[in-house]
């Protein structure tokens, strides 16, 4: 079987895409290959300034490329909010939105709205999202959803009863898998839910391997980076793949395919075990809408 590569991805002219944390690292890298395919392409970022930078980038390869830069600031719901309006009012169709954007084990701190960081900002604030902005993507024909998670869902195990580590030691591998397994949750209890409604979104998952990124901020980290780490563009992939191969179905998984999954070119892949319990999934729904108060409603 051939490799599968960003020159596999088809045409994208007349499409709009919407990628968060997009300024840098496997946000970026996707956001160049499907600006670099002709799609009409969102910069959802919290820093402009990098934003404006990335956009730069992108047009010095094709000047013809068709990139915006937006503020989007997920650990805040008010953000989520003003940017879901804004993009409304400024955009007719979302052929695909990817919530890409993510933090990666900071010290122990909340977002604006309470929620410890890893969760209020991997998880809620793309739910958040993903509700305001639902509609306008199940109006779009042939439209995709793709929530980007990590091999780290694999040591994730929510706990409902302290969602946000206010009565445990915070241990923020834990909670970086928490928020991982999360991203798995609501991609597969989309799926279920869009299926039953007769839509035709299709919503998908994908994790990018061990990539070298802005994540990895410890000296153990950015040491790994150089022993074992991909580029960002090789992580980029799996993404890719994800949004927009034909043969993609709703609930897959698109990983790296060589070395425990942290190398190589994107396959198909199986989230963990725990990842696919329905309950849980349901659970972790209902906490969202209530915690976000944003109902998404299929």
């Not at 302290?162 to 241990?171: G, Q």
């Amino acid at each position: 079987m051939d490799n599968w590569t960003a020159d596999n991805i088809p045409d994208q002219t007349g499409r709009t895409a919407l990628i968060t944390g997009s300024n840098n690292g496997i946000g970026f890298e996707a956001a160049k290959a499907l600006a670099l395919k002709n799609a009409h392409v969102t910069l959802a970022v919290r820093n402009m300034e990098k934003g404006e930078a990335a956009k730069s980038a992108i047009l010095n390869q094709s000047s013809s490329a068709h990139v915006e830069v937006s503020y989007l600031d997920l650990a805040s719901l008010e953000s989520v909010a003003n940017f879901a309006n804004g993009f409304l009012v400024d955009h007719s169709t979302l052929d695909l939105l990817i919530n890409n954007a993510g933090i990666m084990i900071p010290p122990y701190s909340k977002t604006k709205d309470g929620f410890e960081s890893q969760m209020g900002t991997n998880h809620l604030g793309h739910f958040a999202l993903t509700a305001k902005l639902y509609d306008l993507i199940d109006q779009t024909t042939d439209s995709r959803i793709v929530n980007i998670s990590s091999g780290a869902h694999k040591a994730g195990n929510l706990n409902f009863d302290d969602l946000h580590w206010e009565n445990r030691r915070y241990t923020a591998w834990r909670a970086y898998g928490d928020s991982k397994i999360a991203n798995l949750y609501f991609t597969f209890e989309l799926k279920r839910r869009i299926e039953k409604s007769g839509s035709s979104i299709k919503v998908a998952a994908a994790h990018p391997g061990y990539a070298a990124t802005g994540l990895q901020k410890s000296a153990f980290l950015k040491f790994m980076n150089i022993l074992v780490a991909q580029s960002a563009q090789m992580g980029a992939l799996p993404t890719l793949m994800a949004a927009t191969d034909p043969n993609i179905k709703s609930g897959d998984y698109v990983g790296a395919s060589r070395f425990m999954e942290m190398r190589g070119y994107p396959k198909k892949v199986y989230a963990s075990k725990l990842a696919h319990d329905e309950k849980t999934a349901l659970q972790l729904w209902e906490v969202s809408e209530a915690l976000t108060g944003t109902t998404l409603s299929i």
